[in-house]
């Protein structure tokens, strides 16, 4: 199955939606081809977090991919390896696909040397062991919908030398835009230039969401009830929706943007700072 919102587990689970992990994260992005009788997925994963890596590397856990379409398959994967071949004969795609990639323990896991739980589990880490076969950690869901071509993507940077301002926002068809007068303004010769980007993708973000509750707010209370709505046709609204709708956000209006977008952002403004202090603390 696919995990669409907080599941309940007994034991702290790796992914963006739950905060028992305290900085680590686990997304993917998927490219898709056909290929004659064949489809291929090719999947690129970013896992953050060592404790798990370990467990991948020492073959304790391992990556399932799941793919949901008109039916339900899964397919392991060698974490040096990260794509499947499908025949089409095999699998009937829809207009509509969604993939998620799982992490799955091959054996019981302790977690008492799990440093990277947030303090709630100081005292109970010791205690816990994840049984064989147990769901470790999920990614975000990535949806194929027809005509999407980069499906996880919500920016896109361009330079333009002859811009009037030092940075523009764009709203696009299928992505945010950030357009940038120079180099310079994307910290491309820092070493966290992502970190220091991040103010530029929260204005963006916060754009977007305006205009998503601009799109599709009831009337009467300017209310985006997530759950009611119909999906969007917009691509760039589309991926909004897909990525609230996986964090569990209910709702969207003027009074709560501020705390949708750290939920679906996972902590892109502290890890700003932490970036903003590690420099000047190198500085000194």
Known sequence: MIYKKDANFPYPILSSNTLAYEESDFTIKVSFEEDGDLYRFKIAAQLTSEFVEALLKNGEAQYLLVIQSKDTKFFPLDMHNLQVEIAKN???LSNRTSIQLHIVAKSDIRFENNRELNSFYDQ???S?????FSMIGFSNIVTFEGGMKNPLDLFEKRLNPNLSSAIKFELGSE????HFRDEDIQFQSMTRANAFMNPYLYTGLRMALERFISNYADEDDDVVELSQMTQPEDLLDFKLYNLMTSKAVEELHVDNIDEVIGRISHQIIEKYVKAVKELVAHED
Do not use: G, H, Y
């Open 90 to 92: 095999r699998m009937s």
């Open 124 to 126: 109970l880490k010791d």
């Open 128 to 132: 816990i062991v994840v049984p064989k």
């Open 175 to 178: 992505c945010i835009i950030i």
